[in-house]
């Protein structure tokens, strides 16, 4: 069965200040890894699809990496308006469907 | 990406009612998804539906509960029949384009049962 674990699950940060966010995950066969930003009362948005191991891509101040156990969200000189939930997600080759972790909520202070 | 669109936004229903969600897509797509987020938890997938087909529900959703129609490539309703507050969720369709396998997703319909 597929698994998502996402760490930490709540992270505050300074504005400026850089860190990382973690997603660990099984599945049988690894189509794609998915990353999202989800807003209070919104849909989330899409940010990244990795698709292999050592595969890397960017968007302004976020960088997402992958591995074949796990997958890292790089925020580098946070700013407030980076605040929200960051949800993991994986698509195994078998279907379409993506299985999501329970998700890290960022908060960027001034 | 693509531009969805779902309505209601938000609504309050009564106990035993039913809800119907409409999901609207700005491109024809062939794979729709709706999904569902109870408070604070992260995203479940209740079911997938494809013109054409009949719709395949995930461990733990069922048709007669979570109806679903796809009469054609932009748009797909779910309803929630016979709702109980356990209901009250958000429920967000998405969509995956035919060229590649990334997925967006609507705004969502916030559901409260009373």
């Known amino acids: 069965e597929d698994q998502v674990t996402q760490s930490p699950e709540a992270l505050r940060l300074q504005e400026g200040e850089s860190s990382s966010l973690n997603c660990s995950y099984t599945?049988?066969?690894?189509?794609?890894l998915f990353w999202y930003r989800q807003d209070p009362g919104k849909g989330p948005e899409f940010l990244f699809t990795?698709?292999?191991a050592g595969e890397e891509k960017e968007k302004e101040r976020l960088k997402a990496t992958l591995t074949k156990k796990e997958s890292f969200l790089h925020i580098t000189a946070p700013k407030p308006e980076d605040s929200a939930t960051y949800l993991c997600a994986v698509q195994s080759n078998s279907g379409y469907a993506l299985n999501f972790g329970k998700g890290t909520s960022l908060l960027v202070t001034p | 990406s693509a531009v969805i669109s779902q309505k209601p936004s938000r609504d309050i229903c009564q106990r035993g009612t039913s809800l119907t969600i409409q999901c609207q897509v700005d491109?024809?797509?062939?794979?729709m998804f709706w999904y569902r987020q109870q408070p604070g938890q992260s995203l479940t997938l209740i079911a997938t539906a494809n013109q054409g087909s009949e719709a395949t529900y995930e461990s733990g959703f069922v048709i007669d509960k979570f109806p679903i129609s796809r009469p054609n490539l932009t748009f797909s309703t779910l309803t929630v029949s016979n709702m109980s507050p356990e209901d009250s969720s958000i429920y967000l369709c998405?969509?995956?384009?035919?060229?590649?396998?990334?997925?967006?997703f609507g705004p969502g319909t916030r559901l409260t049962v009373t």
């Open positions: 990795l698709y292999s």
């Open positions: 599945v049988s066969g690894l189509r794609g």
């Open positions: 491109s024809q797509v062939t794979m």
């Open positions: 998405s969509v995956t384009r035919d060229t590649d396998y990334e997925q967006y």
